[in-house]
């Protein structure tokens, strides 16, 4: 997701940074307060998959930025030693998209619940969609709003029994795999906290992706939306139906297999009931808004020379005298 | 057809004049899109033409009354809403702030004579813009609304140059978390709105407060409340602000009082945003957005500040350390100590963790706080202006410099012992004030909003609640249109100057409207079908 | 196991106790979610118990610093973070306000003696959403956020009894929208939240400001800025819910002083917004939401207003008369001379429609701020407890009720002349305290929130705004906690009733972080990883 | 859309309209200020349409009620005479909501534009969606942002020179139909301003559906944006294809035919590039949340028999002695 030229900042400057010797990044050297959530909560596999993966990669550790709304999921970059921000309720992909376009250096990795995401953060999550910014983000969806304790979330299932319906809730909930590809996110997936080896191939399909990436996490609540997401965990007896992807093998079985690519396929899969399956529905290497303001910068630039700031700026006051 | 040294009125949404041929001089007004704003579409003969006539009217001061009655007359007959749309397009043109499009041509002719600097000419938001470019200002975001649009339309365009991005938000909410964000990457960043936008960027200027990120906040007002009055001019959100955010959530806020001066507080702002880490509020309005003036060119070699972040390696990092002023390191900042530090809107400790700790809660709060007590050490104390000491000081804030100092001057000519006091910085307030204010007997602010419940323009309420001193007066107006000389002079001194050649549209309501219901009913004109 | 009258406190998340059993006093504490809430999940060990743990030491006044010491020991070699958490529940539970638990067995006693009213027990949001219920409000809708949430659920679960609904919105701004829509409709609407949520409904309350629409908004306060200290107490919203909007956006801005005024100040405010068809917030906070007290029984026959629309036809209908004070009238009203109206936040003529005229926007302004005028004529005066006339004049808004004037009954005891003063209606002000302020030689607000640049409190720059009274000043706190009686005396009187017993946690660096760094560091325990 | 009863509302209070003679509902009695727009722009001619639908319905002149947010087609309620409000900018759908759930006896008519619905407003319109709320919304589309005067709007095609992408736009646009599907409206058409019949037959199969009703309808903003929809005006050389809808008449062309339950199908004709096709994309009967929380009410106030709302409260205080 990151790139190594950074011409995309002005006069190059976020590659300034001197080299010191480093080792290898390992699992104490980002790990930061020990998590506060619930003994059981999905989101420990999360965190756990995420050390993981950062591991496995090597990455920089000054160029990994964790990032999050509000809720118990959206706590994460306090878990996280790293640079990282805790911002306001819903606004997350918006600043992720700013440090992600002004940064092109850095791994810009984004953490959230259902509410954060689908509820009062749709409108950004759509647009950051559309526009391809990139990015990975990563929904955790407990069916349920954590933090403020039991209300119905917009991924709470018709029936659901909340503080804010206590009769159960009566409105239908929002399909995330639907949003997603309406909106055009790129790079879309679907996993389950119980599956931390899925988990980990799914973050790093979209940490290698360009663009828009977003996993949706069934992470269970226990404390309170228990065993919700059972039917898609195997040792619950449910089922974990994994999305098999073409192989372009033109075998006759490749026929029924998922094109990754194929929108309508894609939509076709997230129109299956609960809980549905699990792996990549939808990937698209359209351009990334990234990629298209460099282009638009750097034909900027070609028609100015080598001019510094100061030149640029002069020449355009010597047309206003 | 013209003759040399004319004034050349166009529509600069529709016509690019040679501005090289320096024959004539230039007013370029966007006549197609006010016109749409101030009606919702150009409403065909009733639109531009009529739009034009006011503003004629107010560049020649041409008798308002005399040519309202004309219009009304001319649609007479047809349905009443037409004649309203007509005299709202008039009025649109009227309130439109050409500045003294008059006097240009002597300041042509001034660059010829004088081996002064040159001079440059334009409107206060390019100024703005501009401004913000030579802080080092390269990322912003924001969403179009009057009279903020065209700051980020000439960012969007000119920050590619520079190699930086502008980029158009969803809304305002999204523009200012993207504002943010790119200010967290280590590039002091731009957003900015006008009243409704401002109002939805409060929450996420209240983390900037409280995460201690650096951010500039432009606020270019316009008639108010809600979607009021998009056309207009109003200096009506000055309280907002301040003290606009949930919690404590100190912030600076300056305001720029000449197009010039638009380009020299983008700077100020940027530096004092990036030395206190702090979100800082940039109050412009309708009339400098518009209004077209020449000044210096500034001396950019000296001016220009570097954007390039400050990446090198830290040995340690406390982003909130109690006893220094924060200070924001980027993201790609190697901690040879292995702490990275984070930025949070939770109360936190100095590694920015989340904390419960009633007595970190009250140092942070202190720490968040006293930086602006500092800041107000630094600030210098502004010159007054006419008399040093004597009867009357008029205490100004944004774009009413011109009309106040001009309002002395002619008060002297007419025997007031009187002088100005106009202040760039309103939170918070320079130190010192007091001092000047023992100079003077009476002391009344000269402000475009309204008296208040309790009688206090919005800059009185605040010098009053710090300084406690009863001679503090204002005289306000909030009929959307910028001031005139003698109307301060009749306003600050009633009675008096009323023999003053010149047309008043609203003296007869100043500062409340209750007296004048049917005055005012006159103006109710849209009988025709509610 | 528990002796008759004990006290059986409980998790009332996850027990239901039979709360016909009045052989104990229960006092159910939402342990589980407010661990959640304090910590992001409870943390195992750390959590519920430890929470219980800081509860209890607040309940029986036990040694907060021995006890933090313990606990730091207790979780000692562990990474730091796990202490850090460890104390974060300790302080959240310490900071939770149960209230005089230990006096309502006395009060259930009270009731068999005295042949007086019967007393309901409840908590203040309880309160406050009977109240609104009383007050003939039969719509809202609410986004979650704690302290608002449980209005928001008590209403939910119990408006569908009374034929209305309340709807979880998917966010603050589209729920105060939804609000204003129920209120257009004809049946006056609540929306409601706490810090970031007001915040993100700062625009659309301009709206009602500007179209006069009636509307209750409720601000349980909460530790700000921004996330802030979401389960500690604080009183820092005073400025914006009166300034907060952008452009002269009148409103009303009331405060409950106890549970039982939540009640009630819920029924001044469906008064107020009807009367003066205007948004009207009512401030309350984490202390009043969740502290249960018990009250005399209101008088429900006397009390309940009737919701039911007047949807009369009428022969003619201006929304916006300058004359008189708007008076929303439903869709579904007939208007026999065919004329409906508008309700727009555009500025706007007599019946709703778009005007540019500078005598309209004056007069429109002037309506809109003379309403509150007019209302502040017909506030009453509070009376003033204690001393009518004295040494000392404390005054104080909201939930201080209590402490402030224990603090004026045990500060007479020790021969102090002071009296105290406690407001209801803080925007507009009540007409006539100047009458008051002149009978003490000092007034001091006592006030939850920060001193701000200048060094006074939120109350006290209004008032000082207005009066101009040097003597105002303020004593003002920002930990999180509720006032203790002593605290207030140590206070208000700098070195005098030191001797008084009883902890006071904050009283170093009560009002001013700054000299005590170290002090404050010492809390700052998370060194692990940053 | 509107319906007879009231029980919704609290004591009937709705219904409390005395009746006064009436004549029919004429052109004149619904027309309000003479409209501000542009000459030539697309939106006269939806008021043209929206006059004619309310004089062929007939409908009580006092339970019209017409919205809008900001934006240059949001000054609609201006142009009608009748209830109304001119809210803020993209928040219209829960004002309208506010509106349609507590006075079911009322029509709601709610309009805006391309912005105001898809860019600030994309996260309320598709609440309103998934909630399915009473309402009819006629969204003007017309690929810019007018009242500003020329800004790229959310459906702004990749390459249009704006005054904030001056070398052309170059985000992905939003696809409208798309958002609609995937959200949950449950009635989803699109229209063209110069197909006055066509557009007319849409707001009447909307009034005429129960649920939340959308129309997109291309409306040319001269001023901006001119001919942009000529590919859609056969008067300008274009088509104006509409969708066949089956007739289910089991003929073999009706198999070929849509069907405009067929979600999947739906959302197929939404992947057609511009100008696409015209007519009723999606419309399903699912329960609206207006049906649902009566329901609700009804329930919980048949086990109070008649109880009135003091003796309800007083029950409640009792048990709180
Ligand atoms: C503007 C704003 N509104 C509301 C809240 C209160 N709040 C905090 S988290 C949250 C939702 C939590 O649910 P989710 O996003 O699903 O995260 P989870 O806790 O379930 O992991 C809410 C409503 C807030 N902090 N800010
Ligand atoms: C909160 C807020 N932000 C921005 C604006 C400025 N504004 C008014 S209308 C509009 C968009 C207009 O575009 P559209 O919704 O497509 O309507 P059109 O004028 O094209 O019919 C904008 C950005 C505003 N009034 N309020
Ligand atoms: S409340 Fe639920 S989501 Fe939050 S930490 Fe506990 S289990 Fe996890
Ligand atoms: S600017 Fe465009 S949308 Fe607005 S009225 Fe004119 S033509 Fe119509
Ligand atoms: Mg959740
Ligand atoms: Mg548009």
């Known amino acids: 997701m990151s790139e190594a030229n950074t011409n995309g900042s002005p006069n190059g400057g976020a590659t300034a940074t001197a080299e010191a010797p480093r080792e290898k990044l390992n699992k104490k050297a980002i790990t930061a307060d020990h998590p506060t959530w619930c003994p059981g909560c999905g989101d420990f596999a999360v965190l756990a998959s995420f050390y993981k993966v950062l591991e496995k990669r090597n990455l920089d550790h000054e160029k990994i930025v964790t990032l999050a709304g509000i809720g118990c999921s959206s706590r994460f970059p306090y878990f996280v030693n790293g640079h990282g921000a805790h911002f306001i309720h819903g606004r997350a992909v918006p600043l992720a998209s700013g440090i992600s376009l002004a940064r092109p250096d850095l791994n810009v990795f984004l953490f959230g619940g259902d509410g954060d995401g689908f509820s009062i953060g749709g409108n950004h999550l759509n647009h950051g969609a559309r526009k391809n910014i990139n990015m990975v983000y990563f929904i955790m969806d407990n069916f349920v709003y954590g933090l403020t304790k039991k209300q119905t979330s917009p991924t709470s299932p018709i029936g659901f029994k909340s503080k804010t319906d206590p009769t159960g809730a009566i409105d239908m909930p929002v399909n995330p795999m639907k949003q997603l590809i309406s909106a055009g996110a790129s790079f879309i997936a679907r996993t389950h906290a119980t599956q931390v080896k899925h988990m980990m191939e799914m973050i790093e399909r979209a940490m290698d992706h360009q663009g828009f990436s977003v996993i949706e996490c069934l992470s269970e609540c226990v404390e309170f939306y228990p065993d919700v997401f059972d039917p898609a965990d195997p040792k619950k007896g449910g089922s974990f139906e994994l999305i098999q992807e073409k192989k372009w093998d033109n075998t006759p079985e490749d026929e029924l297999r998922h094109d990754v690519t194929d929108e309508l396929a894609a939509y076709k899969l997230a129109q299956l009931p609960f809980p549905g399956v699990f792996g990549v529905f939808y990937q698209s290497d359209r351009p990334t808004k990234n990629a298209l303001e460099k282009k638009w910068i750097e034909n900027t630039r070609e028609k100015l020379g080598n001019a510094t700031d100061v030149e640029i700026l002069q020449k355009t006051f010597d047309r206003m005298k | ?530």
């Open chain 2, 1 to 530: 057809f013209l003759k040399e040294g004319g004034v050349l009125l166009y529509d600069s949404d529709n016509v690019e004049p040679n501005l090289d041929d320096k024959r004539f001089v230039y007013v370029g007004v966007p006549i197609t899109g006010l016109t749409v704003e101030a009606l919702g579409g150009t409403a065909k003969d009733k639109g531009k033409n009529i739009f034009v006539l006011g503003l004629i009217t107010k560049i020649f001061s041409l008798d308002v009354e005399k040519l309202k009655r004309i219009i009304t007359e001319k649609f007479a007959g047809k349905d009443e809403s037409i004649v309203n749309t007509a005299l709202m397009a008039f009025q649109a043109g009227y309130a439109y702030p050409v500045g003294k499009v008059l006097t240009h041509r002597y300041q042509f002719e001034k660059i010829e004579k004088t081996g002064e600097r040159p001079q440059i000419t334009m409107d206060g938001n390019t100024a703005l813009a501009f401004g913000l470019i030579a802080a080092g200002v390269r990322y912003g975001a924001g969403y179009p609304i009057t009279p903020w649009s065209s700051v980020m339309e000439v960012l969007r365009t000119q920050l590619p140059k520079y190699g930086g991005i502008f980029v158009q938000a969803e809304d305002e909410l999204g523009a200012v978390s993207l504002a943010l964000g790119f200010s967290f990457s280590g590039y002091l960043a731009v957003t900015g709105s006008a009243g409704p936008g401002i109002s939805l960027k409060t929450e996420a200027i209240g983390w900037a407060s409280m995460a201690e990120m650096p951010l500039i906040i432009c606020n270019i007002q316009r008639g108010g409340p809600s979607t009021g009055l998009p056309t207009n001019v109003e200096q009506s959100d000055l309280h907002q602000a301040i003290y606009g955010g949930h919690g404590d959530s100190p912030r600076v806020v300056l305001a720029a009082s000449t197009v010039e001066d638009c380009f020299y507080i983008a700077i100020e702002a940027g530096r004092i945003a990036r030395k206190y880490s702090t979100p800082v509020f940039i109050l412009s309005d309708t009339s400098l957005a518009t209004r077209i003036e020449a000044f210096d060119e500034p001396d950019l070699p000296k001016l220009m500040v570097d954007p390039k972040p400050d990446m090198t390696p830290r040995a340690t990092h406390k982003p909130y350390p109690l006893d220094q002023i924060t200070q924001h390191i980027p993201p790609g900042t190697r901690i040879l100590d292995g702490k990275y530090p984070l930025m949070s809107g939770l109360e936190h400790d100095e590694m920015g963790h989340p904390t419960g700790s009633p007595k970190l809660h009250m140092a942070m709060t202190a720490k968040r706080r006293n930086k602006l007590r500092k800041l107000a050490e630094e600030i210098p104390v502004p010159e007054v202006y006419g008399d040093p000491n004597g009867d009357t000081l008029l205490i100004g804030w944004g774009s009413t410099y011109g009309p106040i100092h001009d309002a002395v001057k002619l008060g002297q000519e007419n025997g007031e012992k009187m002088g100005a006091l106009h202040l760039r910085h309103l939170h918070p307030l320079p130190n010192g004030l007091e001092k000047i204010f023992k100079n003077f007997k009476r002391i009344v602010t000269v402000e475009m909003n309204d008296q208040g419940v309790y009688g206090f323009g919005q800059l009185a309420t605040i010098l009053r609640a710090r300084y406690c001193e009863p001679k503090i007066e204002s005289f306000t107006k909030t009929d959307g249109l910028t001031f005139r000389v003698k109307e301060i002079l009749q306003g600050v001194f009633p009675g008096k100057f009323v023999s003053l050649r010149g047309y008043s549209p609203n003296r007869p309501i100043a500062g409340n409207g209750e007296q004048d219901v049917n005055l005012a009913r006159a103006e109710s004109i849209s009988q025709g079908a509610g």
